[in-house]
């Protein structure tokens, strides 16, 4: 009888396992002001997303410093550029921006940070993106946001 409820439960505990996976990511930066991908696939049934941000380099955040940042693509570039006179002590980011979506904090080299936020309410066929906010970085630090099925 034992036998059976933890079959039950060791099932159980790996669906919610899963679903709770498939409801995440994990995006690396390094020193070359590099992500490890241009794109983030959230899947159609998860009502918040997680992203934890690895930052594989060693430098400090004040030199090389990387965040993760969700935005509609059309407000990607006007949020970073706003965020450069926001500072560091900011996240390089507007405080309160209702544009942004999803954001980490500015993390240096071995450091990890993660964010959780809501994506129930988002336009599945809108357009989003991905990008470090920090000065100059989303030249080359950005990607794409869909939703999967």
Request: hydrophobic fraction near 40%; charged fraction near 20%.
């Amino acid at each position: 009888m034992m036998k059976k409820y933890i079959i039950g439960f060791t099932a159980l505990f790996a669906s919610t396992f899963a679903f709770a996976n498939e409801c995440a990511t994990t995006v690396e930066s390094n020193d070359a002001m590099q992500f490890n991908t241009s794109k983030v696939t959230i899947p159609a049934s998860c009502d918040e997303f997680t992203v934890t941000l690895k930052h594989t380099g060693a430098l400090p955040k004040q030199s090389m410093g990387h965040n993760w940042v969700m935005t509609k693509k059309a407000d990607a570039q006007a949020v970073a550029s706003d965020g450069v006179s926001a500072g560091l002590d900011n996240n390089y980011l507007k405080p309160n921006d209702e544009r942004v979506i999803g954001a980490t904090e500015v993390i240096g080299g071995g450091q990890e940070t993660s964010t959780t936020f809501s994506v129930a309410e988002l336009d599945k066929e809108g357009e989003y993106m991905f990008f470090c906010s920090f000065p100059g970085h989303i030249s080359l630090m950005k990607g794409t946001v869909t939703f999967g099925s």
